[in-house]
Every structure is written in C-alpha cells, then in structure tokens.
C-alpha cells in the first residue's frame, strides 16, 4: 500500500448544490474532476492520435479489458511495455474488468464458483475470468484505475435475482481488493443492486467497508426509465463519503452529466460522442445535427457557431457532410473532434460554475434542451 | 494571358543525367521539382487533413474532376470559393480532367461529336464532357494546373485505333486551349499515341505547337510491359522542351519515379501510396511491408527503421498490426502518414542528389529493390 499513487482530494464544493471540483493524482499525472472520460475500446480512441485528444483537453480516457484481453493479448500489451506506451497515451488510462462485455456481449456467459466463463465474440474460444484474473490483467497493463469484476443485471431483473447478483458482486470485490497488492493504481468498487433502493443502499454500505480508492455508480442508464435513473444516482451517491471519488459508468449525453455533476458525481463516460460521430451526428448546443441531412448540401457555416474545435475553425458542413457521403475517412475524424471538443469544453464549463457558484447557470443553458431532438 | 501566374524555370541540370531541379510558380505557392503529388480524389487525400501533408511536406495534391464533379458538385466546390477553400487546403492544386475516370470507370461511354457521353458510377444518370466543360469545370475549382479531356487507349488498342484516338486527342487539345481566356492557373497538353513510337512523336510534335504551359506523359504504366514503359517515355521527355514542365500521370513506385526522374521527368501522381496504406502495407526501403503478417504480432519495431515521420517515431509495427486487424480508422492513417512521407522524403532525396551531381547514389539504393517484394 505504501506504493499507492492515487489521491483524491476535493478541492471545492459548491455551495448550491452537491457538485465538487477535485483533484486525481494518478501514476500517470493529475485530472480535474469533473471529468468526462472518452472510450479508446481496443487501445484507440477510435479516428483520434493521442496528440490529438490531449489538444483537445482530454485529460484520461478508459480501455476495455475484455477487447484487449482477446485481442491483441494482454501479453503483447505488457511486452510493449504496459498500455500506455503500446498505444503511445501518456496520461491516465481508467480500464474496465471486462465484466460488462462478458456479461453483455456474451448469449453464452455461465457464471461458475468464483468467476465466469464465457466465448470469445471473436471466434468462440472459451475463456474464463475471475475477479482476481481481471484485477491482474489490469495491472499488468499498467491501469491508473481498475474497476473490480461485478456482475450488471439487466433493469427489469427481480428482487430475488437481483439480491443473488449484489451478493455474488461484493464477494469478488472481497477478492479483488486482496489482489491489488502494493500497486500504484487504484482500485474502484462498484454498487450495484439493481432498480432496488434497499439492495443499492446494502451493496453501498458493504462496499464501503471494503474502503475502495473509489466509488462506481453500476447498473444505471441500462435503459431503466430516466427519473429512476437519476433519482437511485442521488441515493447512491450519498451512501459514498465526500472524500471518495465517484464515477457514473456510461453516462455521457450533456444534461444528464449537468445533472449527475450537482449530485457529486466526479467522472463519467461514454462511447456516444465518439459513437455518433462516426454515424454522422454532432453534438451542437441546438440539439444533434445529422450531417447527413440534404439541407447542409450548401451550408457553408460550421457544424456549431462559437466552436474553437478545430473541425469548426477549418471546415463546413457542406464538407464534412460530402466527406460522411463518400465515406471518406476524414468526416468520422473531424466529427470525432467537435464531439469530443464538446464534451471536454462541457466539463470545463462545469467546473469553472462550480469555481463561481453558478452551476445553475449552464443548468439553465440545457433546459429544455431535448438531446434527442435532430437538427 | 497577362492574368497568368503560372511559370516553370529549370534551376539545375544534372550532368550525369537528364535529371533537372526546377520550381513551379502556380497561383497558390511555388513547388521544388521533381515533386510527387498525393491524390486527393473526392476533395480528401484519404485519412489525412492538410495541416499533415504539409508537416509531411507534402507542395502539390491532385483532385479528380470526374469524382468532384458527380459529388457534391461543382456548383457546391464553387460556392464554397473553390475547391482549396472547401477542403481546407492552402497549396496548390492539380486537377485531371475526367478523361480518364469517363474511359475507364464506365463501360457505357459514347464518344460523339466533340465530346464523350458517359453515365454515372454513382446513380447511372447520363452525363457529357466536352473539352471546353471540363476546362470550364477546373476552372470554377480553381485548379492551379489544369488538364486537357484526352482518349487514352488500352495498350493493346491496334495501330488505326489510337491514332484515331490521338487525332481526337489532338482536336481536343485546339479546343481545350482556346477556353483557357485569362485564367491565372495552368492548362497541360497531354501526349498520346499508345504504344507506337510514329504516333507519339507525331502527337508530341503537334502538342508542342499549341504551347501549352506543361506537357503530360499519358498512356503510359497501364499494364505495358515495364521496359517499354520506360523506352517510350524517354522518346516522350525528349520531345518536350527543357523549358516546359513534364508529368507523368499516374507512375508512384519509388523505381519507376527514378527512372523516369533521370529522364527529365518533373511531376508524379499515383494513388499507389495511400492505397496499399489503407490495405495494410507499408513501403520501406527493404520491399512492401504487410502489417497483417502474424510475424508482427509481437514486433515492437517501427515500420521502417531510421524513419522520421510522425507514425514511425511514435508507434511500433505491433500496435499497428492490432489496430489494423480490428478496423481501427488510426491504422489507415498512420500506413498513410508513413507512406507520404517516404515518397515525400525520396523526392527531397532525390533533389538533393540532383544538386550533389549524385543522382546515381540513389539510383544504387534502389539497385535489386524489387518493389513487389513482400517483408
């Protein structure tokens, strides 16, 4: 433990409401909180160079354990030298346990006695995970902040089954914590317990006592009605003491961030920007612009007004929507910036009305902001 | 004519051999001869943004007026204010003229009376390319060297047929230059005449009389046995005037250009480099390097030893390997960058040694390089 390099501290906290700034010391550098991490799946944010996400203020970005560990291997990554130098990141790499995919990706999971087995999507081979394979898998990527095996339900699960899962979950983070060693990266517990107050505030309080590096907000936005989804955010997050980060896996559309931002959320991610991006859609303050839309043909203004990315400085709409046509590379590349720009631009908005006290202000700016609404 | 900023001064002859430097003034910027130009079909040199061609040193790309033309338009290209404003690209700008994409990517084309009808590979509406459209069509890009409509021939076409293409050629070429007005940019003539020793040197001749700004070495490399390549094309370059720049359409391997560079030769374009980037291969000194070779799995190397572009300072043939094998948009562009720069890089070379009086030193580095070699 005296080998540990990952501090949290809160730096501020807002007087209207629960949000905080905070700092992260990793073996790989600092972060401010709040903090959008962007999704590198297979150790590439994908049509991004890590010069370009650290222009863009990208400050970690997350790696998948289960694509890794089926392709290339981790052991090519850990003879490259740990992720960070096989795919030339310097800062931060948050890394998932790979449970999620395995549990997801997966009609053929079967959950055995300390671990589960599952196929390849690739091609079928078996594997298998426990919660202390996935925590050494991480390490010897050299991850700045693993994430323990859990096992997600889906939202409509049952009590019973549901209970089953959390208790199933807190006996491996048990065994993951006792894996970890004198490594220099942290360790995140994650609560579970479903669409049930009762099970989410247990698996809390007993993940708590395990005291973690930090704290996972699980099984939440699976598709569970979105009051739901941000009213359990509440209640979980204030099972987990101040000075434990908090991180709200998978959340990643701008109001919903806002919102899980003033409950005391500090980092959060999500493949939709990056996503999006490649099918043609930017993030703009109006809603999402679908570039592929006949009415940007001759538009010669950027995708959004007041953007300083650089696809907005450079190029319109009526190009990147003749690039997204042709299918040529460079629109998922110039859309992958301006979304990512966005969200990274987002968050420094946040923490700077955190700074002011005026987190309302940027509230008020996504009222009535319908996400889903196309432009 | 008075409007015109094109001009072409040879700086340096080669005493050992017909090699020459020279430097192009075109009205977007001056250009170093020999010089090879990347091809940028649909307004994109595929994978790349121009800020990284020019960091390769990239002086010259070319745009397909055929491709440009069916999308988004021309209209949309000279709303935007032309073609190096849509795309972003501030150098100059070579343009075909269609010609050859009309003859080679359509089976259903008709030559009438002072042009060619041809259907669109996109939607198969019917279209129409005379010589004066499709200057007029360069024109409103505003291409800075600007190509003839010719009719290349199969190289197996007989004897009757190409010249009577070549006379076509001819005719083509009175009415191409009679449309140029006070364009600033330049108009190249294009020489014909297939395999035939008699027609080349009689369309050359005739070329000549019209005084075009640049002279293109056409019907060449496409699928001729190699040394005849290279016999017809220095019969080619010795008609053409020292004081006239001198193209070959469409030669890319790094032999071929030396060969020909030592002939007199100025100007390459060949989409050869970006293609086989984006299938996975590589061009380094030792033969094509393909990435998918499992050989590489665990190659912590750069693609090419000693190599100073921006993919081999920072990545290894592993990580490359992996990002090609799963689909990772990075892999395309880091083949890309590498490929560019070695063609960019052999041009400077090959400058430098024009300068030194030491052409035939690269030349030997070439010696018994089999360029289809596969490592």
């Known amino acids: 433990m005296e080998n540990k390099k990952f501090k949290f501290k809160v730096i501020h906290e807002d007087k209207n409401s629960d949000a905080r700034l905070g700092e992260i010391i990793t073996p790989h550098g600092k972060i401010n909180t709040p903090v959008f991490c962007p999704v590198g799946t297979r150790a590439t944010v994908k049509a991004m160079t890590p010069e370009e996400l650290r222009d863009i203020g990208v400050q970690i970005i997350l790696g998948n354990t289960y694509h890794l560990y089926l392709r290339p291997g981790i052991d090519v990554i850990e003879r490259a030298g740990g992720l960070h130098k096989f795919m030339h990141w310097k800062e931060p790499i948050l890394t998932d346990s790979g449970g999620y995919q395995v ?37 010897r990527m050299g991850s700045d902040i693993m994430m323990m095996l ?12 549901t209970k089953l899962a959390m208790i199933r979950t807190l006996d491996w983070a048990r065994m993951s914590i006792n894996s970890v060693g004198d490594y220099p990266g942290a360790l995140f517990g994650i609560i579970q317990g479903g669409m049930y107050d009762d099970l989410r505030k247990e698996c809390s309080q007993r993940m708590l006592e395990l005291n973690f590096d930090g704290y996972s907000i699980g099984g939440l936005s699976i598709g569970e009605p979105r009051e739901l989804t941000f ?31 003033s409950m005391g959320v500090d980092i959060f991610d999500c493949v939709l920007a990056t996503r999006i991006a490649r099918n043609g859609v930017a993030i703009t303050y109006e809603g999402k612009l679908n570039i592929k839309n006949f009415r940007y043909k001759i538009d010669f203004n950027p995708l959004m007004h007041d953007c300083n990315c650089y696809c907005c400085k450079n190029y319109s709409r009526a190009y990147i929507r003749h690039l ?27 923490r700077k009305k955190i700074k002011e006290g005026k987190l309302s202000e ?14």
């Open 103 to 139: 549990f997801s990706l997966n009609q053929t999971f079967k959950i055995v006695k300390d671990g589960v087995e599952f196929k390849s999507i690739i091609d079928g081979s078996k594997h298998f995970f426990s919660p202390q394979k996935v925590i050494e898998l991480q390490k």
């Open 150 to 161: 859990d096992e997600p339900v889906s939202p409509d699960s049952d009590y019973g089954y």
């Open 231 to 261: 009213e359990l955010t509440e209640k979980t997050v204030n099972e987990i003491p101040k000075e434990k980060t908090r991180y709200f896996m998978g959340l990643g559309d701008p109001e919903g961030i806002i919102k899980a931002v």
């Open 324 to 350: 997204y046509i042709s299918n040529e590379i460079l629109a998922s590349r110039l859309l992958t910036t301006h979304n990512l720009h966005f969200m990274v631009n987002l968050m420094g908005e946040i």
């Open 362 to 375: 940027i509230k008020k700016k996504f009222d009535g902001y319908v996400w889903k609404k196309n432009i």
